[in-house]
C-alpha cells in the first residue's frame, strides 16, 4: 500500500468512526457512501490539470515556499509549468516596465534586469552536437531554478513540467547564435539588436540544440515533462504583415528564410527555390507599394491571388516551415520519450489560429494530436479583442486594402465561427466573451478527437494597450469555467505568474472549486 493509500485509508476510517460514535443508528452503508463521494471528488480534481506558468523570478522575489502555497490556496493550482529556458520576456522576467504592477513580487528596474537563457544547469555531454553549448542565464547567479523548485512542490503533491521557449530576443551574447539566425530576402542574417532573432528551422545546430535540451532536462531533473512554445509563423504571413501582436504592417523585405538549410530542405521536398524567393520578392513590393496605396490595376485582393497561381511555390514554401517546426516537435517529443515513454509533451498553440483564416488552414488539430500528449490552444479572452483588432487592420492595409475594416470583420467572423462580439472600435475594450473560450476549448477537443488532451490557456493579467481590456476577478472565473465546462482536460494560467494580480489569480481558484463541486 503506497503513502497516498494508507493516509487514505486512516482518513476514511477515522471518518467512519466518528459518525458512527456520534450516532449509533448510522448505517455502515450510508458512511461507505459518503466516503466513496469524497474519493469520487478527489478523483476528479486529480484528474484535471490546473497549471500556471511561472519564472524563476517569482521564487526568487517572494521565497519558493510561500509562491507555492500561494498557488494552491489561491489559484488551485496542481501543476507548475516552470519557464525553464527562454530569451523572450512573455514567459519569463519581471512585469514591464510601464505596465501596472501586480500586488506582489518585484517591479523590473535597472537592477532587476531580464537576460534571460537556461535557468537549470546544463550538461555539456548532452550539446556536443551543437554550436548552442553556452545558454546558462546569468540573469540569478548560479541558482538552478528546476532543481531549486522540484523538491518543494513534490513536497506539496503539485506535477513540474519545464517551460521552453523558441524565443531568442536577447541573446546576442550566445556562442554560435548569429549562424544559427535565419536569412531574409537580401540576404542579411537577422542578428541585429532592433530586430527579433529568430533561429532558422532546417540548420543542424538548431535542430540538435532542441534534442539535447529537451533530453537534459528529462534526464537530470525528475520532472514530468515538457511544455514547448514556439509562436513563429510561415513567411506567407510575415510578408502580409497579418500579424495580432502589431498594430501595423512591417517591412515585408525582412521575411525568413532564405538560407542555405532552407534551399536544401526546399530541393528535397521538390520546391523550386529560386522560384519561391523570385515570388517573395513580388509579394514583398506589393505589400510596399499597397501600404503606399498603390493600387493594382485589378485590386489587391485579385493581384495577391494571381500571386498565388503564378508562383505555386509561394504557398509551398510556406508549408515548408510548418514542415520543419512540426519535425522540431516531433523531434523534442522523441527525445523526451526516449528518456522515459511515462514524461508527458504539452505544445503550445498560437492564438493566431482563432483569428487567421490562412494560419488555421495550416494547423491541423487531427495531426497535431499525433504529436504530443497536450495541446495548448490559446484562448485568451481579455487580450483577444485587442489582438484581433490588430490582425483585420493589418490584412486590411494589404490584401483587402478598400474593403471597409466593419465589413472585413463580419466577413472573418463567419469565415472563423466566431460570434459577433462587437464593432472594431469597442473589441479592443470589450476583449472576447467566455463563450469565445468555451468554442475554441471545444473545436479543440473535436479536431483531436481523443487522440491527445487540452489544457486551455487562460488570460490573466496579459499586457494590453491602455484603452484595452484588462482582466477582472469575474472574466477569470468566467474564463475558467467556460473552458472546464467545455470538457477541457485542465487549464493553463498564463502567460506568467509574475504579472498576476492575486485576486485574479483566486478567481481562477474558485471556478475550478466550484466546477469539481458541481
Not at 75 to 102: C, H
Not at 366 to 394: H, Q, W
Not at 477 to 503: C, F, H, N, P, W
Request: hydrophobic share 40%; net charge neutral; aromatic share 10%.
Amino acid at each position: 500500500m503506497t503513502k497516498s493509500s494508507r493516509r487514505t485509508f486512516i482518513i476514511n476510517s477515522a471518518a467512519l468512526a466518528i459518525a458512527v460514535a456520534a450516532d449509533p443508528l448510522v448505517s455502515f452503508a450510508s458512511v461507505d457512501n459518503s466516503i466513496k463521494q469524497q474519493d469520487n471528488k478527489k478523483q476528479r480534481q486529480d484528474s484535471k490539470i490546473i497549471g500556471i506558468q511561472i519564472g524563476p523570478e517569482s521564487f526568487v522575489d517572494e521565497g519558493t515556499e510561500k509562491v507555492l502555497d500561494k498557488l494552491q490556496q489561491l489559484g488551485a493550482v496542481n501543476t507548475l509549468f516552470l519557464t525553464a529556458f527562454t530569451y523572450g520576456r512573455g514567459f519569463a522576467g519581471r512585469q514591464n516596465a510601464g505596465r501596472s504592477f501586480p500586488d506582489h513580487g518585484k517591479p523590473l528596474s535597472k537592477e532587476n534586469f531580464f537576460h534571460g537563457g537556461y535557468f537549470a544547469t546544463p550538461h555539456p555531454e548532452f550539446y556536443k552536437n551543437t554550436v548552442l553549448k553556452h545558454t546558462r542565464a546569468p540573469d540569478h547567479g548560479d541558482l538552478d531554478i528546476v532543481a531549486e523548485v522540484l523538491p518543494a512542490a513534490r513536497k506539496r503533491g503539485m506535477k513540474v513540467f519545464c517551460g521552453i521557449e523558441d524565443r531568442w530576443d536577447s541573446a546576442f551574447d550566445v556562442p554560435g547564435l548569429e549562424a544559427c539566425t535565419e536569412v531574409d530576402l537580401a540576404g542579411n542574417r537577422l542578428f541585429t539588436k532592433d530586430k527579433r532573432i529568430s533561429q532558422c528551422l532546417f540548420n543542424p545546430n538548431v535542430r540538435e540544440f532542441w534534442k539535447a535540451l529537451a533530453t537534459d532536462l528529462c534526464s537530470s531533473y525528475a520532472i514530468d515533462g515538457l511544455l514547448f512554445l514556439n509562436e513563429r509563423s510561415g513567411p506567407l504571413m510575415s510578408v502580409l504583415g497579418a500579424s495580432p501582436f502589431s498594430e501595423k504592417v512591417g517591412d515585408p523585405t525582412r521575411v525568413t528564410c532564405f538560407c542555405g538549410f532552407h534551399e536544401k530542405a526546399a530541393k528535397e521536398h521538390n520546391i523550386d527555390f529560386a522560384r519561391a524567393k523570385e515570388g517573395y520578392q513580388k509579394l514583398a513590393a506589393f505589400v510596399n507599394d499597397a501600404l503606399q496605396d498603390k493600387k493594382p490595376v485589378d485590386g489587391y485582393y485579385v493581384y495577391f491571388q494571381r500571386l498565388l497561381m503564378q508562383y505555386p511555390e509561394i504557398a509551398a514554401y510556406d508549408r515548408l516551415f510548418d514542415t520543419g517546426k512540426a519535425a522540431i516537435v516531433d523531434e523534442i517529443r522523441n527525445a523526451v520519450k526516449a528518456v522515459n515513454k511515462d514524461l508527458q509533451v504539452v505544445f503550445h498553440v498560437e492564438q493566431t489560429i482563432s483569428f487567421n483564416p490562412y494560419i488555421r488552414s495550416a494547423i491541423d488539430y487531427s495531426k497535431m494530436a499525433s504529436r504530443t500528449d497536450f495541446l495548448k490552444p490559446v484562448a485568451y479572452n481579455n487580450c483577444a479583442g485587442e489582438r484581433y483588432v490588430n490582425f483585420i487592420r493589418n490584412v486590411g492595409s494589404t490584401i483587402f486594402r478598400g474593403v471597409p475594416l466593419e465589413e472585413l470583420l463580419n466577413l472573418n467572423n463567419q469565415l472563423m465561427g466566431l460570434s459577433n462580439e462587437g464593432k472594431m472600435a469597442d473589441l479592443p475594450a470589450l476583449g472576447l466573451s467566455p463563450n469565445y473560450v468555451f468554442s475554441e476549448t471545444k473545436r479543440a477537443l473535436e479536431g483531436v478527437a481523443g487522440k491527445c488532451g487540452i489544457l486551455t490557456g487562460i488570460d490573466i493579467d496579459i499586457p494590453v494597450g491602455a484603452n484595452s481590456r484588462r482582466a477582472s476577478p469575474e472574466d477569470t472565473y468566467a474564463a475558467t469555467q467556460a473552458a472546464l465546462k467545455a470538457g477541457a482536460q485542465g487549464v493553463i494560467l498564463s502567460r506568467k505568474y509574475s504579472e498576476m494580480r492575486d485576486t485574479n489569480l483566486a478567481g481562477a481558484g474558485k471556478a475550478v472549486r466550484d466546477f469539481l463541486k458541481s
